[in-house]
């Protein structure tokens, strides 16, 4: 899995197809949402500022700076600690952010895993309730509300697996339509 994550193949401004049965690919939480991706980087370049020591905690999980970028693809990603519960250590996680669609001024988001997991209950519940967390600031355009940390607002309130429908209105899977 490390290894996809390294090796991008793929057009500017989108992210590298992948096909269902890939691991990656289930073990994934994608999301497009409504948000220009211009926005979108600048209220997390705004959130990097404001973090402590390189990390910003959203909830459990955390968020480590400095955002990487791709300028090949044109794809941005973020670090990230997901927490499953107190009593286990994070997994490593890396965020991607990109542009849907040339045309679209929606950006996708992408939470992969950086190592191998466990798909377990609350692997997903964490991978839900981080980007519902993250994706309800960013629509909102507000900075992050008390230094170090956002917080969710409804826990299990997370869309079903195809997220958001994307342009169309089809059911949007593994963040690429149509795979």
Same mark, same amino acid.
């Given at each position: 899995?490390?290894?996809?994550?390294?090796?991008?193949?793929?057009?500017?401004?989108?992210?590298?197809?992948?096909?269902?049965?890939?691991?990656?690919?289930?073990?994934?939480?994608?999301?497009?949402?409504?948000?220009?991706?211009?926005?979108?980087?600048?209220?997390?370049? !705004?959130?990097?500022?404001?973090?402590?020591?390189? @990390? %910003?905690?959203? +909830? =459990?999980? #955390?968020?480590r700076?400095?955002?990487?970028?791709?300028?090949?693809?044109?794809?941005?990603?973020?670090?990230?600690?997901?927490?499953?519960g107190?009593?286990?250590?994070?997994?490593?996680?890396?965020?991607?952010?990109?542009?849907? !669609?040339?045309?679209?001024?929606?950006?996708a988001? @992408? %939470?992969?895993? +950086? =190592?191998? #997991?466990?798909?377990?209950?609350?692997?997903?519940?964490?991978?839900?309730?981080?980007?519902?967390?993250?994706?309800?600031?960013?629509?909102?355009?507000?900075?992050?509300?008390?230094?170090?940390?956002?917080?969710?607002?409804?826990?299990?309130?997370?869309?079903?697996?195809?997220?958001?429908?994307?342009?169309?209105?089809?059911? #949007?899977?593994?963040?690429?339509?149509?795979?």
């Amino acid at each position: 899995m490390a290894q996809h994550m390294a090796g991008h193949s793929g057009l500017a401004g989108q992210a590298p197809p992948r096909r269902m049965s890939s691991p990656v690919c289930w073990l994934s939480f994608p999301r497009i949402i409504d948000v220009p991706f211009e926005a979108c980087m600048a209220t997390l370049e !705004s959130w990097q500022r404001t973090g402590r020591d390189g @990390e %910003l905690r959203i +909830g =459990q999980s #955390v968020l480590r700076w400095p955002i990487g970028h791709d300028s090949d693809l044109g794809t941005f990603w973020i670090e990230v600690g997901l927490a499953r519960g107190p009593l286990r250590p994070p997994v490593r996680m890396r965020l991607n952010i990109y542009r849907w !669609s040339r045309l679209s001024s929606r950006t996708a988001l @992408e %939470l992969i895993p +950086g =190592q191998r #997991v466990r798909p377990t209950g609350a692997y997903f519940r964490s991978g839900h309730l981080l980007l519902d967390s993250l994706t309800h600031s960013l629509r909102q355009g507000q900075p992050v509300q008390c230094p170090g940390s956002v917080t969710a607002t409804q826990p299990h309130a997370h869309q079903d697996a195809g997220r958001e429908a994307g342009p169309g209105d089809e059911p #949007v899977t593994c963040a690429m339509k149509g795979l």
